[in-house]
């Protein structure tokens, strides 16, 4: 069984930072894709970042330029550097897992955290 466990959230200022971590545990060989995902109230739950084993990233619009994904694929761990802050950024933050193969060559599609609430005041 795999968990993923998230860090870092609060409250802090517009304008301001706030670094996510998430490190994954259980029985595992490698995480193809590491990633944030954030749901505001009343809303669906929305790609924040991704990071490939490779260092691919994928990012979207509204947070390019603002938010940094990083990885330790050694320790199974994703990190999400928050800077510029927004009152709209304002969420539940998720890690995300995506292909995870395990030491026992199982394949599991995904795996999610159980969140952590990131506000941001104006």
């Known amino acids: 069984q795999v968990q993923l466990v998230e860090s870092g959230g609060g409250l802090v200022q517009a304008g301001g930072s706030l670094r996510l971590s998430c490190a994954a545990s259980g029985n595992i060989f490698t995480i193809n894709r590491m990633g944030w995902y954030r749901q505001a109230p009343g809303k669906q739950r929305d790609l924040v970042a991704t990071?490939?084993?490779?260092?691919?990233?994928n990012y979207a619009d509204s947070v390019k330029g603002r938010f940094t994904i990083s990885r330790d694929n050694a320790k199974n761990t994703v990190f999400l550097q928050m800077d510029i802050l927004r009152p709209e950024d304002t969420a539940i933050y998720y890690c995300?897992?995506?292909?995870?193969?395990?030491?026992?060559?199982?394949?599991?599609?995904?795996?999610w955290g159980q969140g952590t609430l990131v506000t941001v005041t104006s």
């Open positions: 990071m490939s084993t490779a260092g691919t990233t």
């Open positions: 995300n897992a995506e292909r995870i193969l395990t030491k026992r060559a199982d394949l599991l599609l995904d795996a």
